[in-house]
C-alpha cells in the first residue's frame, strides 16, 4: 500500500491551501484516515481524522480553519486549510488503516509529508 500525498506549498498568512492524499494497492477497504504534522524535534501531532462513515474529529488548535474530507471510491483523503497562520508550518503527513488482502485486521500506512509553510 502507497500514501502519496499532494498540494503543500507556500502561502501568505490568512491564506488557503488544500492537500490530498491517494492511496493504492491491494486494498479492501480503509478505515479511518487522518492528517497529522510535525516540526522538526516535535512530536507528529494529529490535525484531523475522519471515519470511512464520515465523522470527523479536530485539533483545537485548527476546528474552525481546516476541512478534511474523503473520496471512499478514489481511497483519497482531503484537508482543504483555510485562514492558515505561521504557527501551522510544519510537515504534513497523511495516515490510513487499510485492510489489504490477506488481512483481517486493519494496517496503518503513512504517506510521505507534504511541506505547509505560512508567511507572515
Known amino acids: 500500500v502507497q500514501l502519496q500525498a499532494s498540494g503543500g506549498g507556500v502561502v501568505q498568512d490568512g491564506g488557503s491551501l488544500g492537500l490530498s492524499c491517494a492511496a493504492s494497492g491491494s486494498i479492501i477497504s480503509i478505515n479511518e484516515m487522518a492528517w497529522y504534522r510535525q516540526a522538526p524535534g516535535n512530536k507528529r501531532e494529529l490535525v484531523a481524522a475522519i471515519t470511512r462513515s464520515g465523522i470527523t474529529n479536530y485539533a483545537d488548535s485548527v476546528t474552525g480553519r481546516f476541512t478534511i474530507s474523503r473520496d471512499n471510491a478514489k481511497n483519497t483523503v482531503y484537508l482543504q486549510m483555510n485562514s492558515l497562520k505561521p504557527e501551522d508550518t510544519d510537515v504534513y503527513y497523511c495516515?490510513?488503516?487499510?485492510?489489504?488482502?490477506?488481512?483481517?485486521?486493519?494496517?496503518?500506512?503513512w504517506g510521505r509529508g507534504t511541506q505547509v509553510t505560512v508567511s507572515s
Open positions: 495516515n490510513a488503516h487499510v485492510i489489504t488482502r490477506g488481512f483481517f485486521n486493519a494496517m496503518p500506512y
